[in-house]
């Protein structure tokens, strides 16, 4: 070659030398392609399978991912870096970057039960304990402090802490119980001291978020467990944080503000950040915070739904569950469109969004003298008169429904238009406030914040950065075609800040994702409902509270709205609960918060939709709102062991691979004890779902409880009745005569009229002492 070469003319080598280098730089390209085309897996490993001569699983995960690597740089070869977690406590496997082709390779080798790409999940964003029975007097007794009560441990998997916050004040706590395996990891601006006896641990996973989005940009969040973004700080304080007298954002919602648990630790994980919270790092501290030793696990985001056997979150909790540790998640904030929810596993409790009985009222008040009531949260310099009317506009094109002109959008409202006048905005597409922002740098006075179909007659308060004041659809739609005929059309807005006392309440949020679980229809989604909106808690130091970068504001305290709010409530109650009954499973707790729900709000009348103002339904609302003062003393437990969810999946058609993901010990096999059909699942609630076969016309589910209340004690059964179909309970009396026995029941469905939509009732066993309701719900599938 190189003679060859020597032969030619000047110019031929300089051609040929020309061609070598172009070639090397496609193939330096293609290999750079090949690289950068890596993306994150989730690869779950059957642990029964490591060979031999291999001494540690560590050892083994690296030689898999190395056989099917191409391209390695030295460093990787090295350091092995594509690996970025392994896991080994909720269930077994790692994190590791690879290319697509990389993946499927992996899949086909032994040992390898799954590879399932990076998911990306989004966060679902003090009057709060008296409104659920925390503070009244009767309840003293009952909620006593215990010094138990200091060794029940929630992780909050979020997007921080916030430790200097009031919330996490340790005075009066034992020391940290010596069983707690956590640690304080320090970083930029959180250091050991941090941490306190109420503030037992914090963790930051960031490896998949780094993979997936490149560094972390700490001009604009710590690499810590500090939270900059203010979300991982009020839920960690709804779930236990200290009292808190004088608590308030500007003045409203005074009085003192506590966690469920106030006497609970706390452990933050972080796996949230700008860019969003990724499944590699959330199942990492999933997987650490049960090995930490966390007794209920806390859970304010969702990805969307996958199959059991292809989502992530629930493979882990799956895990956490076998190891006792009570998880809740949070519903979603896709309401009220149906079939909204996330996290809809059976072993996760599945938490959806109600209103209090406390609202931050405003009015409007049009040049026509009529009024408007509406909710606001803004205290500021800007005040408005009262008594004087000030010019409306409204830029859209009909009063009905929104256009991209009416949604006030940055750099949309003409300042000609606007300058000292209120401004019509509707609701959506940009953050609420942003809209105000948006008014305010157009010269406007003032905002009116219109609901559109979406949200209804719900109405969630913000601190605005102008006077503002928010109102339902039917107040808007009048108010706008007010703006649209009116020639000069004016308005005065008045906030009228903290009323207690409102109803009806709860109310079932607009936002909150609904059912039914089309994974499962015989599993009733979501499990019930706490509040999640307007809620005051701890807030970050580093954020404004409409978390906007151009609100210089800073506060202790904020108010927010989401199933993000409401799932906390209810590991809070549920940390309660595990203080009090350290022995029961997490599906005794979840039994005991679903049972003694209730349906009614404080009118007596049924619960309602927000979206609608109409009736809600067990998609809506689930068992019903969160009783916890019932709840710590149910009489009947419906409890459910690892084996018996194992049994569930059997009958959700999953291969014997599929199936594997969920079975960290190799010995658990399908036993078939649900008679193939998901409905008999010792669940709380009972669903009965009729195939598209017309022919099917009985149904029989079987339900088994477990006296937790007084040692001798009978229950009666009530059912309450369907159009559709007749349903017969046998036995009618359960006679129990020890603690902790247990007794069965059936219940028979038999269609008298295949119906078109769902029925909805409920079963309840009722003593002298207590009354344990099921939700029961008689589903028929349409012919086929």
Known sequence: MLSTMASKNPLQKCFLFIILISINLIFLQAETIQISNKKTYVIHMDKSAMPLPYTNHQQWYSSKINSVTQHKSQEEEEDNNRILYTYQTAFHGLAAQLTKEEAEKLEEQDGVVAVIPETRYELHTTRSPTFLGLERQESERVWAERVTDHDVVVGVL??????ESESFNDTGMSPVPSTWRGACETGKRFLKSNCNRKIVGARVFYRGYEAATGKIDEELEYRSSRDRDGHGTHTAATVAGSSVKGANLFGFAYGTARGMAPKARVAAY??????????????????????????????????????????????ATFGAME??????????????DPISLTNVSPWITTVGASTMDRDFPAMVKLGTMRSFKGVSLYKGREALSRNKQYPLVYFGR?????????????????????????????????????????????????????????NGEELVADSHLLPAVAVGEKEGKMIKQYAMTSKRATASLEILGTRIGIKPSPVVAAFSSRGPNFLSLE????????PGVNILAAWTGDMAPSSLSSDQR????????????SCPHVSGVAALIKSRHPDWSPAAIKSALMTTAYVHDNTLKPLTDASAATPSSPYDHGAGHIDPLKAIDPGLVYD???????????????????????????????????????????????????????????????????????????????????????????????????????????????TVLRMKRPEFGGLVWKSMTHKVRSPVIITWLPPL
């Open 158 to 163: 979020d997007t921080g802490i916030w430790p």
């Open 270 to 315: 972080k796996v949230c950040w700008v860019g969003g919270c990724f499944s590699s790092d959330i199942l990492s501290a999933v997987d650490q915070a049960v090995a930490d030793g966390v007794q209920v696990l806390s859970i304010s985001l969702g990805g969307g739904i996958s199959t059991y056997s292809r989502d992530s979150l629930s493979i």
């Open 323 to 336: 190891m006792g540790v009570f998880v809740s998640c949070s519903a979603g904030n896709g309401g009220p």
């Open 398 to 454: 009909n009063a009905t429904s929104p256009d991209p002109t009416s949604f006030c959008l940055d750099g949309a409202l003409d300042r000609r238009h606007v300058a000292g006048k209120i401004v019509i905005c509707d609701r959506g597409i940009t953050p609420r406030v942003q809209k105000g922002q948006v008014v305010k740098r157009a010269g406007g006075i003032g905002m009116i914040l219109t609901n559109t179909a979406t």
């Open 523 to 530: 599993i009733l989604k979501p499990d019930l409902l706490a």
């Open 554 to 565: 800073r506060v202790k305290f904020n108010i927010l709205s989401g199933t993000s709010m």
């Open 640 to 750: 459910i062991g690892p084996q018996e969810y194992f049994e569930f999946l059997c009958t959700q058609d999953l291969s014997p691979a599929q199936l594997k993901v969920f079975t960290k010990h190799s010995n658990r096999s399908c036993k078939h004890t649900l008679a193939k059909n998901p409905g008999n699942l010792n669940y709380p609630a009972i669903s009965a779902l009729f195939p598209e076969n017309t022919n099917v016309k009985v149904m029989t589910l079987r339900r088994t409880v477990t006296n937790v209340g007084p040692h001798v004690a009978s229950y009666k059964v009530s059912v309450s009745p369907f159009k559709g179909a007749s349903v017969t309970v046998q036995p009618k009396t359960l006679n129990f005569t020890t603690k902790h026995q247990k007794l069965s029941y059936t219940v028979t469905f038999r």
